[in-house]
């Protein structure tokens, strides 16, 4: 069984940082893209960052230049540095995975974890 564990909300001013990581754990033989998306109330979930097991990223126009993914392969993880924090960012952050296992490629998500921009 596979499974994304999540960390790092919180509440944050206007202006702030948070960090947000994910690993994976459980029994699999392959990770490939790992990507981060976020819902706010009333609006669809939408991607936030994504990047490739050879590192590869892309990024929502609207975070360029204030988050940064990056994975450390060895370790199964994901992170996504938020820096310049808007109240527009405020969302549940949801780790997503494209993870092989038993010779099939499917998405696995984390349980979401609150970030909240707010003064």
């Known amino acids: 069984q596979v499974q994304l564990v999540e960390s790092g909300g919180g509440l944050v001013q206007p202006g702030g940082s948070l960090r947000l990581s994910c690993a994976a754990s459980?029994?699999?033989?392959?990770?490939?893209?790992m990507g981060w998306y976020r819902q706010a109330p009333g609006k669809q979930r939408e991607l936030v960052a994504a990047?490739?097991?050879?590192?590869?990223?892309n990024s929502a126009d609207s975070v360029k230049g204030r988050f940064t993914i990056s994975r450390d392969n060895a370790k199964n993880t994901v992170h996504l540095q938020m820096n310049s924090l808007k109240p527009e960012d405020t969302a549940v952050y949801y780790c997503?995975?494209?993870?092989?296992?038993?010779?099939?490629?499917?998405?696995?998500w984390g349980q979401g974890t609150q970030v909240t921009v707010s003064s």
């Open positions: 459980g029994s699999f033989n392959r990770i490939e893209t």
């Open positions: 997503n995975a494209a993870i092989l296992y038993g010779g099939h490629w499917s998405p696995y």
């Open positions: 990047i490739t097991s050879g590192g590869s990223t």
